[in-house]
């Protein structure tokens, strides 16, 4: 396993339309998140699944956006009728753990969206 | 009281020499304060990460600083090398069994040779 995968690694929209991208964990983590980082900022948190279920949602995703985990293994990330300021980095990442244990999280390569 | 401080913006350090980076936060519910390197087009990788009941951690040439009383939190980098120059970040968490990390805004450091 060579870590969190990402894809597509870039992708160049037109205002209006969907967009979906898809993020493979580490296997065996049951930990998944969604951030997204604008330029010359940090990661903002978007969403967190533990295994299938979708535990906390950001104010930041907006009915627009929905996020899925269908089985506990991939996730993907759609954005629907995108706007210019839904460009950004979108980055995956995914941990094990249990109970209140925090544990590192490994973040994947990112898919870079640009909506033009 | 969510945001994480970060500073500076950024940051050019001789080969060899220290670097430093400082991070202030408000929210005393934060227990798990990690530190990230990036590299441009790369996701961030964790660097080094500290709990508040320790005032220092040292890992390598990577050292944290942690002072709980003024809520301030640093990481030295000894020695500094070219391939040290990206960017870094500073985060914050509370430990509710996931990490919805606060990030601060980053700096991007250079390291001449």
């Known amino acids: 396993d060579t870590g969190v995968s990402q894809d597509p690694r870039h992708k160049i929209t037109k205002r209006g339309q969907n967009v979906t991208f898809r993020c493979d964990p580490i296997?065996?983590?049951?930990?998944l998140y969604w951030y997204r980082q604008t330029l010359g900022q940090g990661p903002e948190f978007l969403t967190y699944?533990?295994?299938?279920?979708?535990?906390?949602k950001s104010r930041l995703l907006s009915d627009r956006f929905s996020a899925e985990r269908p089985k506990g293994s991939f996730s993907t990330l759609e954005i629907q009728r995108t706007e210019q300021g839904d460009s950004a980095m979108y980055l995956c990442?995914?941990?094990?753990?249990?109970?209140?244990?925090?544990?590192?999280?490994?973040f994947g390569q990112g898919t870079r969206l640009t909506v033009v | 009281q969510q945001q994480v401080k970060q500073s500076p913006q950024s940051l050019i350090v001789q080969k060899g020499g220290i670097s430093i980076i400082n991070c202030a936060y408000e929210n005393t519910a934060f227990d798990y304060f990690p530190w990230y390197q990036q590299f441009p087009g790369k996701g961030p990788a964790l660097l080094i990460a500290?709990?508040?009941?320790?005032s220092e951690k040292k890992e390598g040439r990577f050292t944290i600083s942690f002072n709980k009383s003024a809520k301030q939190f640093s990481l030295h980098i000894m020695d500094s090398q070219p391939g040290d120059s990206a960017t870094y970040f500073c985060?914050?968490?509370?430990?509710?069994?996931?990490?919805?990390?606060?990030f601060g805004t980053g700096t991007r450091l250079l390291v001449s040779p």
């Open positions: 296997s065996e983590h049951n930990r």
């Open positions: 990442a995914s941990s094990q753990g249990a109970a209140a244990l925090v544990t590192e999280a490994f």
């Open positions: 985060a914050a968490t509370v430990n509710t069994g996931f990490q919805k990390l606060v």
């Open positions: 500290i709990r508040p009941d320790v």
């Open positions: 699944f533990q295994n299938e279920a979708q535990l906390e």
